[in-house]
Each structure stands twice: as structure tokens, then as C-alpha cells.
T-cell receptor, first 112, second 113 residues
Framework: AQSVTQLGSHVSVSEGALVLLRCNYSSSVPPYLFWYVQYPNQGLQLLLKYTSAATLVKGINGFEAEFKKSETSFHLTKPSAHMSDAAEYFCAVSEGTYKYIFGTGTRLKVLA | SQTIHQWPATLVQPVGSPLSLECTVEGTSNPNLYWYRQAAGRGLQLLFYSVGIGQISSEVPQNLSASRPQDRQFILSSKKLLLSDSGFYLC????????????FGQGTRLTVV
């Protein structure tokens, strides 16, 4: 079964600093990978997805992620954090043709 | 464009009462449909998924059931709620295939008292 591991359940950064949220996947075959953002008491919004077209994927709100097969990683980055980026972020992987498996989430706090 | 509706937004139910949460999708045909439950610190747990009318796959044996009476309607039910059923329930849909990702409703906060 597929799985993703998100390192760090809580991450704090200063406003304007680099955001780095870590995700490692378990598959030996490059899967489809996704990052989502969730604001309090809301559903999840798709930030970006990796579908093997390009290893560096750009998403909404200035986020991007790089697929590294050698490290089985798909870390999410943003060059400069904004207060509005404070939220919970989930990494997800597809399993088969129907299922999406999610990590446990990383809560990002942005300090003024 | 496609939209997903999930209701109610919040629900407080006594132990032993029934449950029915409904989700509908507009603007697409034959979507894959999902119910997830979210608990603090545990991410999203896939409860059920459906690839067509009447086709339900259960991921976790529990006190809940799901039904898909119409192509774009997905219902989560329970005959008798337990305290442990409290949580944030999310409905989602995806196009056929696994490369597009899932698209989520706004969720239902269920508190069983």
C-alpha cells in the first residue's frame, strides 16, 4: 500500500522567510503526488500536483514542489512566507486508479 | 465548472441517534466519490469510495455505511452513533483516473454527545 510521511507536525517561520514542508513517499514506482492546503474548518484545496510531466511543479499562491526520485521526496516550498499562508498542509499520493492516501499534515505558523 | 456541496456544516447528535450526511457534485458525470474523516493529528482517513452508482468500497470497518443512489450523490450514514464517531467529515470527488487529485467539499463537523 502507498503511504506518505510528513516530517514535522508543526513548522514555524517568520514572515518573509523560506517555507519548507517535507513529504516522503513509499512507492518504488513514481506515483502521482499532491499537496493540499486546509484553512480552519474548511475543506482541502489542491495546491499542486506531480504527474511525471516535470519534476519541478508550480502551484497556486507562490508554492512549488520538486519531485526527487532518488530521495523519494516531494517537498513543498515557498520563497517568502506571508501571514495568509498559515494553515495546515497535506501531502497525498494516489494508490491505484481510485484512491488518494494522505499524510498526517503539517501545521504552518507564520510569525510576524 | 464543477462544484461539490456537502451539508450540514455542523451537527450535534446524541449517542445512539442515526446519521445522514449528504454530498452532491455538479458539472461532471461519473465522478469517483469519497468520504474521509479527519481527526486531529491523524490526517485524513479514507472511509469509503465509489466509482459508480451502487458501487461502494469500504476502507475501514466501523459503525458507518455509505450509499450512492445517484451518479453524483453520495451519502454517509449510521444507524446508531457512538462517541467515537465525532470528527470532521469530508466528501470529495475526482475525475476517473488518479492523476487529477481529489476535490473537497467544505466538511461537516460532527459532535456526538
Amino acid at each position: 500500500a502507498q503511504s506518505v510521511t510528513q516530517l514535522g507536525s508543526h513548522v514555524s517561520v517568520s514572515e518573509g522567510a523560506l517555507v519548507l514542508l517535507r513529504c516522503n513517499y513509499s512507492s518504488s514506482v513514481p506515483p502521482y503526488l499532491f499537496w493540499y492546503v486546509q484553512y480552519p474548518n474548511q475543506g482541502l484545496q489542491l495546491l499542486l500536483k506531480y504527474t511525471s510531466a516535470a519534476t519541478l511543479v508550480k502551484g497556486i499562491n507562490g508554492f512549488e514542489a520538486e519531485f526527487k526520485k532518488s530521495e523519494t521526496s516531494f517537498h513543498l516550498t515557498k520563497p517568502s512566507a506571508h501571514m495568509s499562508d498559515a494553515a495546515e498542509y497535506f501531502c497525498a499520493v494516489s494508490e491505484g486508479t481510485y484512491k488518494y492516501i494522505f499524510g498526517t499534515g503539517t501545521r504552518l505558523k507564520v510569525l510576524a | 465548472s464543477q462544484t461539490i456541496h456537502q451539508w450540514p456544516a455542523t451537527l450535534v447528535q446524541p449517542v445512539g441517534s442515526p446519521l445522514s450526511l449528504e454530498c452532491t457534485v455538479e458539472g461532471t458525470s461519473n465522478p469517483n466519490l469519497y468520504w474521509y474523516r479527519q481527526a486531529a493529528g491523524r490526517g485524513l482517513q479514507l472511509l469509503f469510495y465509489s466509482v459508480g452508482i451502487g458501487q461502494i468500497s469500504s476502507e475501514v470497518p466501523q459503525n458507518l455505511s455509505a450509499s450512492r443512489p445517484q451518479d453524483r450523490q453520495f451519502i454517509l450514514s449510521s444507524k446508531k452513533l457512538l462517541l467515537s464517531d465525532s470528527g470532521f467529515y469530508l466528501c470529495a470527488w475526482s475525475p476517473p483516473g488518479a492523476s487529477n487529485g481529489a476535490f473537497f467539499g467544505q466538511g461537516t463537523r460532527l459532535t456526538v454527545v
